[in-house]
């Protein structure tokens, strides 16, 4: 029953706010509906226990072995909780932003919400294909109709890369549906499948492209600095806060435990290294960049691609780390992004050398960028912190990895890097003396500090009292490592 | 004892969190008074928990559970017990004077900038007793980065300034270089023993679980993590920098408290160290190597705390030595002692420096004493103390270090010797350059010469007096039997190593030689420096004041290959790489459609001419390739 | 006669169909080309059913009618054809005052 309401509500809301023309009334419906939504997620966390509500199974496509069948688990909590909390902080922190067509603009809003629910709420391959499409297309016409100059060629680039993608995993599904024992789609068929290692290897590929490309993982980045240029902040905040998570998340939950030797086999040799190189890479370029919104960006890259190496690390810490830092990380960067939106609205630019001494003209705001920003270079007692020492900690200890020495040294330096660069650019937007442009500068006003506070709250609650989000993440780590117990599997 | 040290760790919380919210409300007068009535609070109940100590020994409170993952658990725990409740001492104690120091040099700035700088300071006590107090390594971990994050704040304290935060940002960054290295050896005790509490890792049954290759290992990482928070070398060039923060900062996070944490972890896990040898030796050459490089910095400085700053590293350095040594004792004597001594140095240059009008520079001072009584006389205390001279603190824990040193092996003492001499020189250097001759500066300056108000000097004459006496807490046997209390009262948890006892005899002709060779240096200070006239420094000189250019070789080697290896990616890689691959495939699907686009002409007569050849190609096939 | 004969002339007669229609540019020429090409095949299912015919006689007196019925058709369709054919022509001519099919390319664009 909440599973359903999570993706109903905003669908729903969503396509009635298509009807409504007056900017005021949309942006007004899409806020009651976020808020609604948030409130139904939280509920859902009070009930754990009782899992007759928090499912819903329905028949779709009998012909095709397929249910429309969508369940909260521990993870499924926690993604869906990122995605509720977000959106009201994202309409709230953009309220004063106008739009043309502005009731488009929140409609598709709340559809690519509606899909991203369905996302990490599918209990079933083709439903999780489908709504996995579905978050992609309003995300499409967001970008592609609201964004900056280059809108089109960075959101074609996008698109085509991303779908590209979904073609691939499309095909893996459908042969993994032709092997399952009563070919279907559901979950646990396909955990159960045995498929032989060759087989498991191309399915692999298959299925890994797609959730490299949404993650991003090197070498398959390259459409995300242009897009969260280019795209409007909120879209961008939707982007890189949730959606990126669902290459992630569907690594965790359809690719290691269906096909675990494959995972092990491409783990470390491949996944790793690339993940290793993309992430000292991305801090490399971060550090050269000149602009809020593209070093945001790359070290969004690089902090993804530690938790790439965690989950296939397969180690319970490490499972745990990623899936905790799948919301912290989120929550962060979002706060980043409000931060750009406020600076951008304000001062028409995010170029460092434009900008600089706000400490002194805005304060508040200042104070709330520090915070974010040093949880996301996961200082302890920051939200931050927990995971990636999670995650450390479980890639240090993996069974499955030869070289987890040189992976965790080399991903550590990206921690030093990323200090490097977070840094600088708080000192070259707050710090220093103000610019021409910031001269003038004011506080941020109360929807700013409004969404900002409560992030920098999360931050710290979840850096000082982890254990709640833990507890909610462990029946489901331990579950998908079961299933993708390598040496399990070889002893039998 | 829970709720205690639960309060004196709070209660700087809750001064950081009311004058860091209400910092634009509330008056100056009641955000200094918030500010050091917590620590205060801090203060005495750490006296209550030092009593007990003495009484019962330590303890270990668990609070709640900071991380659990299957078998593997964090908790929330505090451990009280002689190490720890030393190092909350001198944090409280010394902290408390600064914090008062504070409230009378930071009054000129504006009431919001005063409450920031409190608040900042307070989080920075409250981090420190997280690092003393923590039970496991991630607590201390915690503490360690919250006070790396607490001084990057307060170095970059005037944030204006493009210099200072530059600074600030070197300061984190080697600092978090350092971090990395204590990160792994968590992991690594993670891997091997899935716990990170001290009890569990230091007891019998856990070191036999790791080899010989995990201890030493372990050991090295987290002496590289020391490097960075204690400033030795390779990591120490940030401390001088760190010098852009306010004056009692540098007393208290940049000569006090922080830079001895690397000292405290080594000296808790000395279990570990014993049983390390290689690391040891390490330890031994980098803290003589820092010792004396530290020291010949110093003799050349000519900015007053710049030349603390390196005296700081050059202290640090000694510390380091002794814990090599396995003289765990010595080194936390050493602390304690420094801890008061640089901390009145520290301040009494804040005092000068306040009285200049902001001036740092020696050269421009000169015949202060007239002016600063008490300043002067309370520097004069320090620099007695650190140089060693008997009966001031410094001699005896300076002494212990050295009889260690012997016991080793002469070599070492005579090297460890000659920084002990070096410091005393560069020590009554500033003291005579600042203090003695004529005065140097502008007139607007000499007319504006003035002693510190008493809240100022008050802490200099308590932190002179504790200079002084402090070493009474340690005097070595030969002096007094029984005398050294402090290796009694940390026998508990330091292992003392009693192999090497050196004859009595032989201990009065080390401490007659060193007292009358440092008297000896400090006369040819006197000599040359009583009347100090500027002239330019040649050769050797030149070298040691460009500070053996390590700075420049950082910045050449590792910061500009860095850089270029960025904008290689940037340029290079990122832009005619792997975008130009991901275009070019674009590009290639567009080129190749235009081409075959051509081939729709429009003439039916083509196309029935490809239909007609193409038939005639699958007959023939047909035909040659028949079954 | 062996069948081969009308094969040869069957396949020659085509090829001067398929000529026609790709080299000459006259509507009119291009339109009896595929008469021409049409009727080569006919000649060939008459020539085959005639040849059925004579061998499956005695098993079945109806054998290989189905070519001549199927002639019949053809020439019935060819003859609609024609008919549309030359309607399209004629408005061609009307139009462009040419019955050149090189001119039949705006489709193209």
Known sequence: MIALLLVLLPLITGVATFFLRKENAAKKLALLSSLATMVISILGLTLFNKTELLQFSADWLPGLGTKFDIRLDGMGQLLCLLTAISFPLIFISTWQRTYKNAHNFFALMLLAQAGLMGVFLAMDALVFYFFWELALIPVYFLCSMWGGEKRIAATFKFFIYTFAGSVLMLVALIYLQTQTVDHSFSINSFYQLEIKNDIQNWLFVLMFIAFAIKMPLFPFHTWQPDLYEQSPTSTTMVLSGIMVKMGLFGVIRWLLPTLPSASFAYGETTVAVLAVIGMLYASLLAMRQNDMKRLIAYSSIAHIGLMVIAIFAETQLAMQGVMIQLFSHGINIIGLWIIVEWIERKYGTTKFSELGGLAQKAPVMSILFVVIALANISLPLTNGFVGEFLMFSGIFTSKIFTYQIVITAAAGVCIILSAVYMLRMVQKIIYGNTSAITANATDIGFNEKFALSIIALLILAVGLFPQPILDLTQTTATQILNEANILHLLKK | MKEFLLVILVAPFVGFLINGLFRNVLSKKIIAFNACGQILISFLFSLVVFSTILESGGAIFEYYNFIKVGSFQIPFALQIDQLSSIFLLIITGVGFLIHVYSASYMKEESSAHFGRYFSYLNLFIFFMLLLVLGANFVIMFIGWEGVGLCSYLLIGYWFKNTEYNYAARKAFVMNRIGDLGFLIAIFWLIAKLDTTSFSIIFSNESLAKLSTLDITAITLLLFVGATGKSAQIPLYTWLPDAMAGPTPVSALIHAATMVTAGVYLVARCNVLYSLAPITQTIIVCIGLATAILAATIALKQNDIKKILAYSTVSQLGFMFFALGLGAYTAAVFHVITHAFFKALLFLGSGSVIHAMGGEQDIRKMGGLSKKLKITYWTFFIGCLAIAGIPPFSGFFSKDAILVSAFAKSPALYFMVLLGALLTAFYMFRLLFITFSGSFRGTKEQQQHLHESPAVMTLPLIILAILSLVAGVIGIPDVLLNGGDKLSEFLSPIIFVNNEHQLSHSTEYLLMGLSTILIIGVIVVAWVLFKKYKTTETVGIGKFFENKWYVDELYNKTIVNSINKLAKICNDIIEKSGIDAVVNGVGRLVHYGSRQLRLLQSGQVGNYILVMVLCMVLVFSFQFIFKK | ?109
């Open chain 3, 1 to 109: 006669m062996p069948i081969y004969y009308y094969i040869v002339l069957a396949i020659v007669l085509f090829c001067i169909g398929i000529v026609g229609v790709l080299v000459r540019r006259n509507a009119i020429i291009v339109f009896m080309c595929i008469e021409l090409m049409l009727n080569a095949v006919n000649l060939l299912m008459v020539a085959f059913s005639k040849m059925h015919h004579l061998k499956n006689a005695a098993i079945n007196a109806s054998a290989g009618s189905d070519g001549q019925l199927f002639v019949f058709f053809i020439m019935v369709v060819a003859a609609a054809e024609v008919s549309v054919g030359l309607a399209i022509i004629v408005m061609l001519f009307r139009n462009t005052h040419s019955v050149d099919i090189n001119f039949l390319n705006r489709l193209k664009h």
